[in-house]
């Protein structure tokens, strides 16, 4: 019962970059950073190589931690550091240091976009409905202005409409 295969030809072979990494996929993230008005937040897609062990959310997270390759801006501070990311029932748990808050640029609107940049990233994934913030661990009352004990849902309102293309 055995069938006899032909000479492979190019389209027969799959090629993935390096071939000591097989357990390695590469993913369109979907990041939100603030745009250079710091007034709305613009979305990039970003590449990513994913291995197993590391979840898309942490990914997601430090490549918002990383600067913007357009011309958003970064919003979480340098000095931040992401102590863990965990997802349980739709709820992902981001854990940052407490320089997350110490460090971050005073005013209401800087906070509200730093937290939805997060969130709306966050939801762009498929087992994400709502993300609470921990700080070391624990929930904190507020953040600013902001009450940030509670998980926080999607907010496209503040998501810039993208420029339509120009029709050709």
Same mark, same amino acid.
């Given at each position: 019962?055995?069938?006899?295969?032909g000479?492979?030809?190019?389209?027969?072979?799959?090629?993935s970059?390096?071939?000591? !990494?097989?357990?390695?996929n590469?993913?369109?993230?979907t990041?939100y =950073?603030a +745009? *250079?008005?710091g007034q709305?937040?613009?979305? #990039?897609?970003?590449?990513?190589t994913?291995?197993?062990k590391e979840?898309l959310?942490k990914?997601?997270?430090t490549?918002l931690?990383n600067e913007?390759?357009?011309?958003?801006q970064?919003?979480?501070?340098?000095e931040?550091?992401?102590l863990s990311?965990?997802? !349980?029932e739709?709820?992902?748990?981001?854990n940052f240091?407490?320089e =997350?808050? +110490? *460090?971050?640029?005073?005013?209401s609107?800087? #906070?509200?976009?730093?937290?939805?940049s997060i969130?709306?990233?966050l939801t762009?994934?498929?087992?994400?409905t709502?993300?609470q913030?921990?700080?070391?661990?624990?929930?904190v009352?507020t953040?600013?202005?902001m009450?940030?004990?509670?998980?926080f849902?999607r907010n496209e309102?503040l998501i810039?409409?993208s420029?339509?293309?120009?029709?050709?």
């Open positions: 019962n055995e069938v006899e295969l000479a492979l030809g190019s389209d027969d072979i799959v090629y970059g390096s071939q000591s !990494s097989s357990n390695n590469t993913t369109v993230l990041l =950073f +745009d *250079k008005t709305s937040l613009q979305l #990039e897609n970003r590449t990513v994913q291995n197993d979840p959310a990914i997601a997270i490549e931690m913007s390759q357009t011309d958003g970064k919003l979480i501070p340098a931040a550091k992401l990311v965990e997802v !349980s739709g709820i992902c748990f981001v240091s407490k =997350f808050v +110490d *460090k971050h640029q005073p005013g609107t800087a #906070e509200i976009l730093t937290i939805y969130v709306n990233t762009e994934l498929n087992n994400i709502r993300v913030f921990l700080i070391e661990g624990q929930k009352e953040f600013g202005e009450i940030f004990d509670e998980p849902s309102s810039k409409a420029p339509t293309p120009a029709s050709e």
